[in-house]
């Protein structure tokens, strides 16, 4: 029987302000839960950030620092010396941001912090746009999605994030989401595991700002899985890749039909966010064989 | 210059480091035994933080080192270290303090107690690298304590005051000391022993911060009157600050002989004008003023030494019956001028009949060079007229 | 605790905010009937037995099925298993092998030598049950389960009907028939077998029981209209097969033609095929329509039947060397409302020969009701089996025309309990309407991987056309198992979590036999109820 591996040791509180459905919520419960309770979260404003509170209430069982959107990953470096410091190295610090302020305006002092290899768990919660705000678009924000800020749909492609990440040689970069749960809690028990910084990007399908029903976030999630818009995979030290699923199981018709930002697709531009997705999938999937190859040999 | 430095009346030769205003602060940051040091170079402040890197490197402090990629990150990563109950230290300057300027406000508004020495540079546009204080000046709203420093050996001891003060009212402060007068011109310097400076500053021991186990967290949302509440804290604070510098200076004074109050009163007591100045250009007036007294001009100078929060009650006592004040301002702010200049005008605001008539002068603005005998050509200009409410600009 | 010493640090709970405030919808817990409950002609609690068998619990699911049905391993074997025709499993990709599975349980319980829990209720009255078939038996362990005291009267020497006498053993041998009947006798069932109740008979245990139970079967075979059942070359179906049982070779000549596509049919041409004869099923309906199941037909056929379906006999041209013309035609047939119903239309120009030397007619049975002046063809019963004799109930082929062995379990079963609340009125049952069972759409198929359907193994055809052995083996434990896995368990809860750990806000809690809606914290936003693997949970509208 399907048995979702995640023991829940009370490390996030009811009564928080996520909408309802919402699977940045559900993440941040499977991810806390798994992290445990030796630990420090970071938050820049972000839709976790207002998960997080009001003042003076928490909804997290660690303790959280606000900082601004720049900065989390600079913020995060910051705890973690202090923490060292005073002599709590055992602590982990992780950053729970949104992909605005990960793949944007926080993405200069990402790039620095992973430069620096510091001790940090970050955890970008994707939900391809700056939805706390209204929806406006990042450059998380895929092809031809329809968002605030490009409402014709937006002209390029969505940056590729895990890509950049892994030429820094980090020794753990990965994606989740929480349709595949134990993957999830699996590549954080992993990250755990390792030293320097480690960063899961999770898909967070966002109701309000794809236009979803409540109750279809984790189904959401599976169609972007499964049709290969959100591929699961790893990359270990900059250049192990694994695939977690070998194979994309359908096209990206149902999955884009479903979300009310893809309502206005024409056939042309369903054909390239089809071969955007492909041209992915098979670049993955000759990495994961190459690293297959190098680790037979 | 006089012929024997002060501080050889206290202190043997041997005891004396020649250093820069910046290697100088370094030293006053190491002996703060600091345990996170954020690191951003720019010029002219990089010496600082090389040489604290040269002490890490060298084991000589125990601290957390790192290098983000900007002044901004360095900021942040100050005020989440802070907030976790570590002693924080940076340096900056000019650009690099305008980029901070977000998180100056997060610094203060987060009673962080960071301590920073900025080297106070033009800023651009245009590209410059000339002393000139507008930079920390524009910050003057964000809630930092800020002490101005004449020569190194004060940078130095200020550095440590500005720790035990900082802690004392949880504010964050800086000490700006001028480009390359200050922070790159050598004199002796007294570096106190690390003991002594342990005595002085006790471990940082906060209320409220960041850590596993401590059920408090640092930065949620709150509501109107919550914010409204906050600012009156800071604001009870910045008042608590004048006294706390105060006695921070005064304990220092016991323990090295060494002074410097919220104010300096130099040859006020029986003046008709006094140049009232901060930074470096305090030392030119200092030599400007002993001219002038000799050429029988009843010259003082008051440097003021506390910026913010303003030193209001030790002005208005420093001015009072004095006739005129002369204001020296190295940096300027468009559309209002000379902003010690707006300031004192402000502080001595209802000082009836005895307040001096206020004239300000943009002297030096983007480094131009002030000499004391200019001081005393802008000294004797404002004798022969009447005070304007702009600033002047001269040459 | 929530009131801050800091405006800057915020050391409180949201635990406090009651969110439960937001929604507009509610989800609950309400375990629903499965579909191959409903079809069910006992109204089996299948979803809970396989699931009590895939937790590893094959005693706590054999308890489960015996509360419904006495007969596991027998229904396992026999039943036509219309459950399986209901499962929501075949809209993903093959239906449940439930039918196999009970007989697992069944033949489980048969090893272990399994019993029925004690009889602990005390009742004073009596019922007199005659009839030791599937109706009867299932009456007599229904009533005495529930502390009646049971008498069971049986013309034959040994008591199971149609199980015992009708069925061959190569699809239901006689050791299990023995084993689950000797079960119910050891609950305290007095079984006097040799004893046909005549109309005095049946009169003086209307008077001596407080209730009478008639079970008789349908134990008078059809007669096919045209046909002389005088000619030798003329036998009976059920003859055949009672004179199987009875440890004969009936004497026939070489070549049989079965007329019948029921399975009786099937029964007497397999039967047959084992006596080395040349058999052909001549049957009105086409093969699809064949109310045989498909099983028997598939193996009858590896067993060398041959099939001529969509035909009837006209007539019989009998030689003088003994053999036999068949005069045929195809047919069209047409079912009609009621079972048993049909309209036959001839096809013009249809016509053809089948060369014979017996003719075997297999129909369908009647109903003897002499004995209790019935006017027929069926006792007339109302919806509580009641006849409208006094205290006399009836059930079975006796009573109905669903001529299934499950289906008169379901009878017996039914009756027990409206025999119950006859005698004991102070336990007037509430009748409350069941839902509708869960349909496929609330089964979210994310958590049930497509996977093959058990096949049932069999006696390969060469090593059973000889011998009367079971064609049909048991599942192998571990393909017992991995079928059982494949249950949706459609309605209930599997405890499996996912309500409880895919809620965002906390808002299920997780009790000892269960979960609950935290409805202080639920924002409704259904997530549990999409997520459940079995559709046991629900929205409703409102808070």
Known sequence: MHKIDLVDQGLFNPGHAACPGCQESLALRAILNTIGPNAVAVFPPSCGAVICGPHPYSSLGIPVFQTTLESAAAAASGLRRALNQRGRHDATVVCFAGDGGTYDIGFQALSSAVERNEEILYVCFDNEGYMNTGAQKSSSTPLHAHTASTPGGKPTRKKDIIGILAAHGIPYVATAATGYMNDLTAKVRKAMGLRGTRFLNVLVPCLDGWGLPDDSGIAMSRLAVECGAWPLYEVEDGERYTLNRAAKTAPVDAYLAAQKRYRHLDDRQLAEVQAAVDRQWAQLTARAAASAEADAA | MSATHPLAETHPLADLQLLSGNHAVAWGARLARPQVIPVYPITPQSPIMEKLGDFHAAGEIDAEVLTPESEHSAMAACIAASLAGARVFTATASQGLLLMHELLHYAAGGRAPIVMCNVNRTVASPWAFWPDATDSLAQRDTGWIQLYSETPQESLDSIIQAFRVAEQVALPAMVCHDAFYVSHAMEPVAVPDQALVDGYLPPYRPEHFVEPGRAESFGYVIDQATFNRTRRDLDAAMVQAVDAVAAADDAWRELTGRGYGLVERYRLDDADTAIVTMGSMAGTARVAVDALRAAGLRVGLLKVRLFRPFPLAAVRAALAGIGRAVVLDRNYSPGVGGILHQELKAALFGLEGRAPAVHGLLAGVGGVNVTPAKIHQFVADCAGREPQPQSLWVE | ?543
């Open chain 3, 1 to 543: 605790m929530n009131t801050a010493t800091s405006p800057l640090w915020s050391n409180g709970s949201t635990a406090v905010i009651h969110t439960g405030t937001w929604r507009s919808a509610t989800p609950g817990y309400n375990e629903l009937p499965s579909p191959c409950h409903q079809a069910c002609p006992v109204g089996g609690s299948i979803a809970r037995w396989i699931g009590q068998l895939r937790d590893g619990d094959p005693f706590g699911a054999w308890l489960t099925l015996v509360e419904n049905n006495p007969f596991p391993a027998i229904a396992g074997r026999i039943c036509h298993h219309p459950c399986e025709a209901a499962c929501n499993r075949a809209e993903l990709d093959e239906a449940v092998s439930i039918c196999r599975l009970e007989r697992a349980v069944g033949d489980r319980a048969l090893a272990a030598g399994w019993r029925f829990p004690e009889v602990t209720a005390r009742r004073d009255q009596r019922i007199a049950v005659i009839g030791g078939g599937p109706a009867g038996l299932s009456v007599a362990y229904q009533l005495r389960r529930r502390g009646y005291g049971v008498t069971l009267f049986e013309a034959q020497p040994a008591l199971g009907g149609l199980l015992r006498y009708g069925i061959p053993p190569y699809r239901l041998a006689d050791a299990i028939v023995d084993g689950e009947i000797a079960r119910i006798l050891d609950l305290g069932v007095e079984a006097r077998t040799g004893q046909a109740i005549d109309a005095a008979a049946f009169a003086r245990l209307r008077r001596e029981f407080d209730a009478v139970y008639v079970a008789t079967g349908a134990a008078r075979s059809k007669r096919l209209p045209g046909l002389d059942y005088d000619q030798t070359w003329v036998i009976d179906g059920a003859r055949y097969l009672a004179e199987t049982n009875a440890g004969g070779r009936p004497q026939t000549g070489q070549r049989l033609v079965v007329i019948g596509g029921g399975s009786a049919a099937l029964d007497v041409a397999r039967t047959a095929r084992r006596h080395g004869r040349d058999v052909t099923v001549l049957a009105l309906e086409a093969e699809g329509q064949l109310p045989a199941q498909r099983d028997e037909v598939v193996e009858g056929l590896e067993e060398g039947l041959t099939l001529v379906a969509g035909a009837m006999l006209q007539s019989v041209t009998a030689h003088a060397d003994g053999s036999l013309t068949l005069h045929c035609t195809r047919v069209e047939f047409v079912p009609g409302a009621a079972r048993g119903e049909f309209t036959v239309t001839p096809v013009a120009d249809s016509a053809f020969e089948l060369a014979a030397d017996a003719i075997v007619p297999s129909i369908g049975q009647e109903a003897d009701l002499t004995p209790f002046a019935g006017s027929g063809p069926l006792l007339a019963v109302d919806g509580d089996f009641r006849c409208d004799l006094g205290n006399v109930w009836a059930g079975g082929d006796v009573a109905s025309m669903e001529r299934f062995v499950t289906a008169a379990v379901g009878m017996g079963k039914s009756a027990a309990a409206a025999i119950d609340r006859a005698l004991n009125p102070e336990r007037a049952a509430h009748f409350e309407a069941e839902p509708d069972a869960v349909p496929y759409a609330a089964i979210n198929t994310h958590y049930h991987p497509p996977r093959a359907r058990a096949a049932t193994p069999r006696r390969a055809p060469a090593e059973r056309i000889d011998n009367f052995d079971e064609v049909q083996l048991a599942l192998a434990a571990d393909a017992a198992l991995a079928e059982a896995e494949r249950c949706f368990s459609c309605g209930s809860c599997i405890y499996c979590d996912n309500c409880y750990l895919y809620c965002p806000d906390m808002a299920v809690s997780k009790l000892p036999d269960g979960y609950a809606i935290r409805t202080e914290y639920c924002k409704g936003c259904g997530l549990c109820v999409k997520e459940c693997p079995t559709g046991a949970i629900q929205m409703r509208s409102g808070k």
